[in-house]
């Protein structure tokens, strides 16, 4: 992008998923396992583990993100009492960590064409073991630093947690692109913190309209920054 001489990389659903957020990957990932439950309840089970991880100490810092993964499932599992769990839950886990891994190794191969030329920073609201999952993709060295919201104390869609990654670009907000796929937890924050914005657009969670005039580019694959010339 023109201009732009550092970027700010969203992680969950932006290097992992290709911007589908991950309740639909994970969604995606229970009906090819064919677990028998309606998309509403999967939703009840999503928010309730998603909950349980954002308010108890779940995660340790040395889980990988196969172990996370499991974490989440056993969790969205124990809440659909009426399923057997134990039968579909490495199946689960299985499908929505290859996801993961075909996306992220795409993602590298972007992001290490462009720290040739600019400096990049990952922030990302995460549990406290975004060191481990980067060593565990190959993605360390690849990002200058990393904000996690579990370490500095801050969560999206607090402007701050921006603010700070600008700080550890040592550039001016103006000159800083930050990507990410959530309009609310990334775009606009973002933009409040002064940086320009590119969306990666993807499957989102609920079916609300998006305004696209929000981001200042719309992108449906990362490699297309790599070719943004204004």
Not at 102 to 119: F, G, I, K, N, Y
Not at 149 to 175: E, H, M, N, W, Y
Not at 195 to 221: A, F, M, N, S, Y
């Amino acid at each position: 992008m023109k201009g732009v001489k550092g970027y700010l990389f969203d992680y969950g659903g932006t290097l992992d998923t290709g911007g589908c957020h991950w309740g639909k990957v994970l969604w995606h990932c229970y009906q090819r396992v064919g677990v028998p439950i309606g998309e509403q309840q999967f939703r009840d089970a999503y928010v309730h583990a998603e909950r349980t991880l954002g308010s108890q100490r779940v995660v340790m810092p040395d889980f990988t993100f196969r172990q996370t993964l499991q974490a989440k499932v056993r969790l969205q599992l124990a809440w659909l009492q009426e399923i057997d769990g134990e039968r579909y839950a490495a199946d689960i886990v299985r499908e929505a960590y290859d996801v993961a891994r075909q996306h992220v190794s795409h993602s590298r191969e972007v992001l290490m064409q462009l720290r040739e030329a600019t400096p990049l920073v990952l922030v990302s609201n995460f549990y406290g073991n975004m060191e481990t999952v980067l060593r565990e993709f190959n993605l360390v060295g690849v990002f200058q630093h990393v904000v996690e919201s579990a370490v500095v104390g801050i969560r999206k869609p607090d402007p701050r947690i921006f603010a700070l990654g600008v700080t550890r670009l040592g550039l001016q907000a103006a000159d800083v692109a930050v990507v990410g796929d959530s309009i609310d937890k990334d775009i606009v924050p973002a933009k409040q913190a002064g940086c320009k914005t590119v969306w990666l657009r993807g499957e989102q969670w609920t079916d609300e309209p998006v305004d696209e005039h929000i981001p200042d580019r719309v992108i449906d694959d990362l490699s297309e920054l790599l070719v943004i010339k204004d």
